[in-house]
């Protein structure tokens, strides 16, 4: 008999709290559940009132604070955050921000193994993989390392509503990436693609959410952040393919915006790899609320009025060259449409700018 279902899938433990209000009094009792007394607290300071919040009922069990949190993590701050652990001789790392925080908890993971404890403030989703990332000389490495992936991932949208809205739709956008990466991933699976097409609904849904009366941002942050969930978890399992590839070279070098740069790419790789889109309609289509996959992901960028271009995101004129010489030095990348250096020259192209550049692929 033919069968059709043939795969491998990795099962993880890991403890997830979610809920508005959750992380005030959460940590602590995270702390002794891991035998912890004394945790490294890396904290992005945007959102000052609600980070003393969290972190009030800690004081005596935060031996030391690092504040200064920057995207893709340059290898001298990890160096400094793993001088810091050592010296102190921590137990356990908390992190409390966005991607950048949770980056530079990972970080020391890394090489000093103790476990981290993460409270996510956007929809990034590092805290559920086990990828790390470090910058050294303009060049971005990342690497797969279960010591990274945290033990347990707080998830409290009450501290997401701080978010300016701009941010907040460009992190909802990258968690949109993970997913639309796990689609065509070569090393997806029917589980992981059913966390991707799940974290696509939950996203869409949030993405087109308004706001304006009281309760509509906390309502817009707890389904954005459940979608954060399913798109962080597809990830985990797929990895990096085309997509995060180019991101995390261009972040890499010419330090653009991480969320944003997601945003921006992301129309244009799933139109190379349309093919492979269509493949899943209905159920992606469906999942972008529309009846066609290409309408609903146009669609989802007109109602949120998010960039498109790499030009927007900061890229200029005169570096698009070496963003394409530098992601031709990355091939090849595994994708299910082979990638070519004419093709990323032309894709790249069409993303710097669409408008002048319009091709259908
Ligand atoms: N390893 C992984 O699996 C993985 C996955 C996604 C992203 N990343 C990494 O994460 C980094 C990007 O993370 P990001 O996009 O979350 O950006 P970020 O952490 O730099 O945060 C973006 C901005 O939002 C602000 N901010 C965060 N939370 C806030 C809040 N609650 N209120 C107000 N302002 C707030 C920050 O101060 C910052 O200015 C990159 O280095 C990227 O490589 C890693
Ligand atoms: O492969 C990538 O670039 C995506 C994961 C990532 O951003 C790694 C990191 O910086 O932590």
């Known amino acids: 008999m033919q069968t059709r279902l043939h795969y491998s899938h990795d099962t993880v433990g890991g403890r997830l709290l979610f809920g508005a209000g959750s992380a005030r009094d959460a940590l602590s009792g995270e702390l002794d559940r891991l035998g912890a007394t004394r945790a490294l607290l890396v904290a992005d300071v945007a959102a000052p009132d609600l980070l003393q919040r969290i972190t ?3 004081a005596d069990r935060i031996v030391v604070t690092l504040t200064d949190v920057r995207q893709h993590v340059p290898i001298e701050q990890a160096e400094a955050a793993r001088a810091a652990a050592r010296d102190h001789d921590v137990e356990a790392i908390i992190t409390v921000g966005g991607g950048s925080a949770t980056g530079l908890g990972k970080a020391v993971a890394l090489t000093r193994d103790v476990p981290i404890i993460s409270v996510p403030t956007t929809y990034a989703g590092s805290e559920l993989t086990p990828i790390w990332g470090l910058t050294e000389a303009r060049r971005k490495s990342t690497g797969r390392d279960e010591r990274v992936r945290p033990k347990v991932v707080v998830y409290d949208p009450e501290l ?16 949109l990436a993970h997913c639309y990466e796990t689609l065509w991933a070569s090393a997806t699976t029917p589980v ?25 941002d906390l309502r817009r942050a707890e ?14 399992i797929t990895g990096s393919g085309l997509h995060h590839k180019i991101c995390h070279v261009l972040g890499g070098r010419f330090g653009l915006p991480h969320a944003q740069t997601h945003t921006a790419l992301l129309p244009h790789v799933a139109a190379f790899n349309q093919e492979t889109l269509d493949g899943l309609d209905p159920r992606l289509a ?23 271009s790499l030009q927007q995101v900061g890229l200029t004129a005169s570096q698009l060259p070496e963003a394409i010489a530098a992601v031709q030095e990355s091939l090849p990348i595994p994708n299910p449409r082979p990638v070519t250096a004419a093709a990323v020259a032309e894709l790249l192209t069409a993303a710097f700018d669409p408008v002048r550049n319009h091709h259908d692929h």
């Open 56 to 58: 009030e009922p800690l």
């Open 160 to 175: 997401l509503t701080s978010l300016p809205a701009e941010v907040a739709t460009a992190s909802a956008f990258n968690a």
């Open 192 to 216: 992981a693609r059913m966390y991707a097409l799940e974290g696509i609904e939950w996203v869409t849904t949030g993405l087109r959410m308004s706001s304006g009366a009281v309760g509509d």
């Open 223 to 236: 389904t954005l952040l459940h979608g954060t969930y399913f798109a962080g978890t597809a990830f985990a």
């Open 286 to 308: 469906h999942a972008l609320h529309a009846s066609d996959s290409r309408e609903g992901l146009a669609a989802l960028y007109a109602a949120t009025g998010a960039p498109q």
